[in-house]
C-alpha cells in the first residue's frame, strides 16, 4: 500500500512542472493540482496537520480565482454589428476587448431628427459616435456641414474640459453612442498604454474631421 509520502511527492513534482509553464494560465492550473494532491499526506498523518491543509486550501482558493479571471479574458469577443460597424470605423487602434469594455461605460441611443446631441456653452460630459452621417454642426444657427459616420463629436473634452462652441444636432433619425468623459479619463489615467491608443485614435479622428471640411470647401461655388 502507498504510503502518504508519495502524496508529497507526486504533489511537489506537480509544482516542478508548473514552474516549467511557460503559459500563467496553465502554471495556476498546475499549481491547483499540486496542492491538491499534496493535502492527503497532510490528513493521513498520525495527528491531522490543519495548518497545512489550510493554507493548501487558500493557495488552491487564491489561483482558482486568477485562473477564472484569465480565461474570461481569454474568451473570443463577439461584438454585435453596430459595434464591429464603428470599431472597424474608428477604434481599431484598440483590441477589440479594450473596446467593447469602452462600449460598456456608456449607452447606445437612437435618435430621432431635431434631437441635440451636445449643446454649446455646457460642459462635454459625453463623446458621442454616430453610426452614420446624421450629426450636423452649427455655429451661431449657421451649419458648418455634417459629422462623418464614426466621428467623435466633442473629442476636445478629452484634452482641454472647455465648454463646448459647437452645437451638434440630429439631422435625421440615427444610432449614436454616447461615452463618459470623466470614466474614460480615469480609465485612461490607470492605464498608461490605453491612454496613448486613445490619444492615437483622438488624433487620426482630428485629422479625418479636417480632411472632410477640406472636402466641404472644395466643394463650394468659387
Same mark, same amino acid.
Given at each position: 500500500m502507498l504510503g502518504p509520502e508519495y502524496f508529497l511527492h507526486a504533489s511537489n513534482i506537480t509544482r516542478v512542472f508548473s514552474f516549467s509553464a511557460k503559459d500563467?494560465?496553465? @502554471? =495556476?492550473?498546475?499549481? !491547483?493540482f499540486g496542492s491538491l494532491i499534496g493535502m492527503p499526506y497532510f490528513y493521513l498523518q498520525k495527528e491531522v496537520l490543519w495548518e497545512p491543509i489550510i493554507w493548501s486550501s487558500a493557495f488552491v482558493t487564491i489561483n482558482g480565482y486568477h485562473v477564472w479571471r484569465l480565461w474570461l479574458e481569454r474568451?473570443?469577443?463577439q461584438l454585435?454589428?453596430?459595434?464591429?460597424?464603428?470599431?472597424n470605423m474608428t477604434f481599431f487602434p484598440l483590441n477589440p476587448r479594450q473596446f467593447l469594455e469602452l462600449v460598456r461605460l456608456g449607452h447606445w441611443?437612437? @435618435? =430621432?431628427?431635431?434631437? !441635440?446631441?451636445?449643446?454649446?456653452?455646457?460642459?462635454?460630459?459625453e463623446l458621442a459616435v454616430p453610426l452614420t452621417e446624421s450629426v450636423e454642426g452649427r455655429v451661431s444657427h449657421r451649419s458648418l456641414g455634417t459629422f462623418a459616420a464614426g466621428a467623435i463629436i466633442g473629442a476636445s473634452a478629452m484634452f482641454d474640459g472647455r465648454v463646448s462652441q459647437l452645437e451638434a444636432v440630429?439631422?435625421?433619425?440615427?444610432?449614436v453612442l454616447h461615452l463618459p468623459v470623466l470614466a474614460i479619463k480615469e480609465r485612461a489615467r490607470k492605464n498608461p498604454q490605453l491612454a496613448r491608443t486613445l490619444e492615437r485614435i483622438a488624433r487620426e479622428d482630428l485629422a479625418r474631421k479636417l480632411e472632410h471640411l477640406v472636402g466641404l470647401a472644395t466643394d463650394l461655388p468659387r
Open positions: 500563467i494560465l496553465w @502554471l =495556476r492550473i498546475l499549481a !491547483i474568451r473570443p469577443i454585435s454589428p453596430d459595434e464591429a460597424k464603428l470599431y441611443a437612437d @435618435l =430621432r431628427a431635431g434631437d !441635440i446631441v451636445i449643446r454649446p456653452g455646457e460642459p462635454i460630459e440630429a439631422s435625421e433619425s440615427c444610432r
